[in-house]
């Protein structure tokens, strides 16, 4: 098992470029999540996935912030236009998706705005 | 709405020292708890977890008993080591997949 595999893990842009983070689950998990932790705010989750469909995304700061699952082994969080106060951690997890299941998190991909 | 309140960090302590860092939690029917662990530059990982009243979990020398009547999961270790130091969440399950975080607690172990 192969575990939570996040990439970039880390990612230097200029503010105003797009950034794509890309996220594979742990296989045969049925849900996923995106989490921000910076020091001011901790962790955060941004939104999650069921069976491939966004079922809370009240997390997602804005309009700036899309994320996608196009197949159970694939997401993307995606930012356009970046900016500085979007440095931070980024996470993705993966549950069985059973209610009470513990999640697996990935390594993280750090971002950083410029 | 469900929340998990966790006591603020850094907590230091001597090697072989005993460790508490309190949780407490508020939720509405019965929530599942758990305890997970930050190493530097690495996710959350699971260290323990309990899913019903007077459960007691227990990890690598860690426990942490729910408590329904106080509303607390405090996580305990009898004996800590440098290779503890880390960063401890506490965190709760509705009985979705959602989970709740604690805002995160660094514990600093020196030889």
């Known amino acids: 098992d192969a575990g939570v595999i996040q990439s970039p893990r880390h990612e230097v842009t200029e503010m105003g470029q797009e950034v794509t983070l890309r996220c594979k689950p742990i296989?045969?998990?049925?849900?996923l999540f995106w989490y921000r932790q910076t020091m001011m705010r901790g962790l955060e989750l941004l939104i999650y996935?069921?069976?491939?469909?966004?079922?809370?995304d009240s997390g997602m700061p804005e309009d700036r912030f899309s994320a996608k699952m196009p197949n159970a082994s694939f997401s993307t969080l995606k930012i356009q236009p970046s900016e500085p106060r979007d440095s931070a951690v980024y996470f993705c997890?993966?549950?069985?998706?059973?209610?009470?299941?513990?999640?697996?998190f990935g390594n993280g991909t750090r971002l950083t705005v410029t | 709405g469900n929340s998990v309140t966790q006591m603020e960090g850094p907590v230091t302590l001597s090697e072989e020292a005993f460790l508490t860092i309190n949780c407490t939690y508020t939720?509405?029917?019965?929530?599942?708890l758990f305890w997970y662990v930050q190493y530097p530059g690495e996710g959350l990982q699971l260290l323990l977890k309990?899913?019903?009243?007077?459960d007691k979990g227990s990890n690598k020398g860690f426990e942490a008993t729910y408590r329904k009547e106080t509303t607390s999961f405090h996580l305990e270790k009898g004996s800590v080591q440098v290779s503890d130091s880390a960063v401890y969440f506490c965190?709760?399950?509705?009985?979705?997949?959602?989970?709740?975080f604690g805002t995160g607690t660094r514990l600093q172990v020196f030889p």
């Open positions: 997890a993966s549950s069985p998706g059973q209610g009470g299941s513990p999640l697996h």
């Open positions: 296989s045969g998990h049925n849900s």
């Open positions: 996935f069921n069976n491939n469909v966004p079922i809370d």
């Open positions: 939720a509405t029917g019965y929530p599942s």
């Open positions: 309990a899913t019903k009243a007077d």
């Open positions: 965190a709760l399950s509705g009985g979705t997949d959602k989970l709740i």
